[in-house]
């Protein structure tokens, strides 16, 4: 690569990874409103929820590498993190086009504090609480060449319910959130260097029941997201960075306030007047020890086999030629058009048996590439990637598990920093893929303190099927798995994917 391309490159990294800490807004609060003392009782609708997500949330391979996949961006798992990831060639990528498609499920089964917000509600009058969450991510993108788009999909529910001991009062709070990322990217220098933007579409779904009140309310806003990746060939590393920006959902003020009657007795449930999801960005570093290759220049079975698919396009050129002097010498010497027309059928069955065998070639060479990526390559790697995530701050934000407890609990007052380490390896060569990570879990409130999560995870090369012949005849298929633990929160993630 030239000098002049690598100073190209530099400098559009070197935008995006400054706009990823700075170029987002805002940068900080602006000073809050009078919502109440920390701890008393909410006496108003004028404050925010703070849609912030703590905990790594993604497929088996993003939760086992602790989140830090920036600098990875492969698949539809790495494109919620790094929306570069919608043009990015993986290795196993092998065709002019390409398609990938993925499921991404995790499910906390402990997470008695899951917001890390110390829980509110444990106070006087509480009886019990029960706290369920899920989520699910479909997604699917579409490659042609270096260009790539796709639809990346983020499913949060939220179920919390609340049983006061004084009387038979309960209170519920359901929250559905859907993040729709729409993606478009393309990779320049040859897939050196990838640049991926897209347009995030939130819709939240907020309801609050209890034995005498239901109220609830959906609302829907937009954002936008840019993303880089800076993988230089032959290297054995990798750069990465992203951001996106806030999104605020506005909500009408006569339905931000719930009449609650209890014992014949009748108070005011407030509800937030605005929902907040803050921007956020981040940066990261991979590097891969072993020889194993991270960075392979892009090539798909067409150039593979070049030489042989050249040589049976002249051969189609000819053949186009010979028909033309026969048809030309048939019609010279008289010939009838049932000669003419048997004529036109023996040469378009030649000419339809060479575009057979010109896509046999091609076949034959994507399945030749992937036997060398999967048995010539070098199995043992050592895979570290690194990432440091900023979030911004809210107005007057409160947690969703305060807004329950009615109680002023403020959330997001600052910028939250949340490192992550990651590594991944191949101990049992074309068997067991091992991952493990670590990452700080920021605090958004005053009162708790940050908590640090471990992370494991693991992919069993199963068995090879090409499902009814929709996948290529060797493809194989794996178990991935992954579990994050933390104080308060532990949550396991399963799958199916490609072993490569």
């Given at each position: ?290 020889r194993r290759p991270l960075n392979p220049s892009v090539t798909w079975g067409r150039k593979e086999a070049a030489e042989r698919y050249q040589e049976l396009h ?187």
């Amino acid at each position: 690569m030239s000098s002049r391309h690598v100073s190209f490159a530099t400098t559009v990294l070197g935008w995006g990874l400054w706009g990823s800490l700075a170029a987002v807004y805002p940068l900080e609060a602006t000073t809050a409103q009078d919502i109440g003392a920390e701890g008393e009782t909410l006496q108003t609708s004028n404050y925010s929820l703070d849609a912030f997500r703590g905990p790594v949330i993604g497929t088996s391979r993003v939760v086992g590498l602790a989140g830090a996949v920036v600098a990875i961006a492969e698949g539809t798992e790495g494109g919620l993190q790094n929306p570069a990831a919608v043009a990015n060639r993986p290795q196993q990528s092998l065709e002019w086009w390409d398609y990938w498609w993925g499921l991404g499920f995790v499910y906390p089964f402990d997470s008695d504090d899951y917001f890390n917000s110390g829980n509110p509600f444990d106070s006087e009058g509480v009886e019990d609480r029960d706290i369920n969450f899920f989520f699910f991510n479909p997604a699917l993108y579409f490659q042609f060449n270096h260009l790539g788009l796709g639809i990346n999909i983020d499913l949060q529910h939220v179920d919390v319910r609340l049983q006061e001991d004084s009387s038979a009062q309960s209170l519920a709070l359901d929250l559905d959130v859907a993040t729709t990322h729409l993606q478009l990217g393309y990779g320049f220098l040859d897939g050196q260097l990838t640049i991926g933007v897209g347009a995030n579409v939130l819709a939240q779904n907020v309801r609050v029941a209890g034995d005498e009140i239901r109220q609830s309310y959906q609302e829907s806003g937009w954002g936008g997201e840019i993303g880089v990746l800076y993988r230089p060939e032959g290297r054995a590393w990798r750069l990465g960075a992203s951001a996106a920006t806030p999104i605020r959902l506005d909500v009408d003020a006569d339905r931000a306030i719930a009449r609650v009657v209890q014992n014949g007795v009748e108070s005011m449930l407030f509800l937030p007047q605005n929902i907040e999801s803050p921007w956020h960005g981040s940066v990261g570093f991979a590097y891969q020890f072993g020889r194993r290759p991270l960075n392979p220049s892009v090539t798909w079975g067409r150039k593979e086999a070049a030489e042989r698919y050249q040589e049976l396009h002249q051969d189609m050129a000819r053949l186009a030629e010979r028909y033309e002097r026969a048809r030309s010498e048939a019609r010279q010497r008289g010939a009838s058009r049932r000669e003419l027309r048997s004529l036109k059928r023996y040469y378009k069955a030649q000419r339809s048996a060479l575009r057979k065998q010109r896509k046999r070639e091609v076949k034959e060479a994507f399945y030749r590439l992937r036997r060398r990526m999967r048995h010539g390559w070098p199995r043992r790697y050592l895979l570290v990637s690194t990432e440091v995530m900023f979030t911004g701050a809210v107005n007057d934000g409160i947690g969703p598990q305060a807004l329950l407890a009615q109680q002023v609990q403020r959330s997001g007052e600052e910028i939250s920093i949340s490192p992550r380490l990651g590594i991944e390896g191949e101990p049992w060569t074309r068997r067991m893929k091992l991952r493990a990570g670590a990452y700080l879990e920021p605090s958004r409130y005053r009162t708790t303190n940050p908590r640090i999560h471990g992370t494991v995870g693991l992919d069993i090369r199963l068995f090879a099927w090409d499902v009814f012949h929709i996948w290529p005849r060797d493809h194989e298929w794996a178990l991935t798995a992954a579990f994050d633990g933390a104080r308060g929160y532990q949550a396991f993630s399963l799958g199916i994917t490609g072993w490569y």
